[in-house]
């Protein structure tokens, strides 16, 4: 039995038929990597109330600069890429502010009450470690932890290599296991 | 080296993607370093922020109507620069056939007496026969005419050897 994922068209396709004018292929993209895009930059810190708009011109932005897209990587780790720039140019803009605080009702709902305390003050104690992460090491693990982007794909989006961002990945790794310990 | 293994694919177990195989399980339960950073990408998360709800089919048709209304733009733009450079390179070669047959019609003779083809400063007009010339005249509009070719010098700007050479190859 083939799988139906086995039968989707791939973005490399999908990307050449929107070139060609096949506006479902817009909207198929937009369907397969809007939500990932969404939580990438909700994660990194955009105001929830920004993060469609930025979603919205991240594409709008790709497909202006289709003929700027080397095939060679993933179309994929290139929306994160234009979405992490977005990203930067909000920070600019609002003078460095980086992370957005953890609210009540994003944390994981427990029966148990000592148990919620323990899991939310590790949250908290994690959320705060990956904020006071530098960018790039900040970057590379949230997209490779809540995203579960390749290292190649993230080298596309960081504009780095995917030796660096395994190195990256590592040091942000051993700082946040250091501060949960 | 299995820690490396182990590494890369901890945030595709912690999701439930896959699972370890019996060697990496076996290396996992003996191994403190991977289990630490296997809590830590758990618990990355376990507390990340949920997903926002997005309207992504809202999304899709606001890029579909700007991909719609760039790519009209484009085209007519591109229709219009093609078409505009056109017509000025047609002016301009018109207008210096204008001045050569001005020179040539105060003469008939002359005319006349012009062999068949000569090479002139403008490759274009190489290429027409008289009457071929003729038609380019008169498609042109009489507003058309009074154009003045940007690049080409007019003929009171011309020096003596220019204008000789003009000659010669209006003349042959």
Known sequence: MTSLAADLPNDPDL???????????????????????????????????DVEDLVQETFIRAFRSLHGWRQDGSFRGWLFRIASNLLKDGFRARRG???????????????????????????????AGIAALPRLQREVFLLRVEQGLEYAEIATALDTTPGAARVHYHHAVRRLKELVQ | MICEALSDQMPAVARGDVVWDAEEALHFAQCAECRD??????????????????????????????????GKVVAIASRRRTWTRGLVGLAAAAGIALVAYSIRTDDPVAVAAVPARTTT????????????????????????????????????????????????????
Do not use: C, N
């Not at chain 1, 369907?31 to 109330?49: E, F, I, M, T």
């Not at chain 1, 605080?101 to 959320?127: G, K, M, N, W, Y």
């Not at chain 2, 758990?42 to 890029?63: E, G, H, K, M, N």
């Open chain 1, 15 to 49: 990307v050449a038929a929107w070139r060609q004018g096949d506006e479902f292929a817009a909207t198929q993209l937009v369907r397969r990597h809007g939500a990932a895009l969404g939580r990438y930059l909700s994660s990194g810190g955009a105001d929830s109330g």
């Open chain 1, 97 to 127: 502010r980086q992370m957005v605080a953890l609210e009540d009702h994003d944390l994981v709902a427990s029966a148990d009450p000592a148990s919620q305390f323990a899991a939310d003050e590790t949250a908290e104690r994690i959320q």
């Open chain 2, 37 to 70: 950073e296997y809590a830590l990408v758990a618990a990355v998360l376990s507390s990340a922020r949920p997903a926002p709800v997005l309207d992504l089919d809202r999304i899709a048709a606001a890029v579909s109507a700007v991909g719609r209304e760039e």
């Open chain 2, 121 to 172: 400063a403008i490759p274009e007009l190489d290429a027409l026969l008289e009457d071929e010339l003729k038609i380019v005249l008169a498609s042109l509009t009489e507003e058309q005419k009074t154009l003045t070719p940007g690049p080409i010098p007019r003929l009171g700007e011309l020096t003596e050897a220019e204008l000789d050479a003009l000659l010669d190859d209006v003349e042959g």
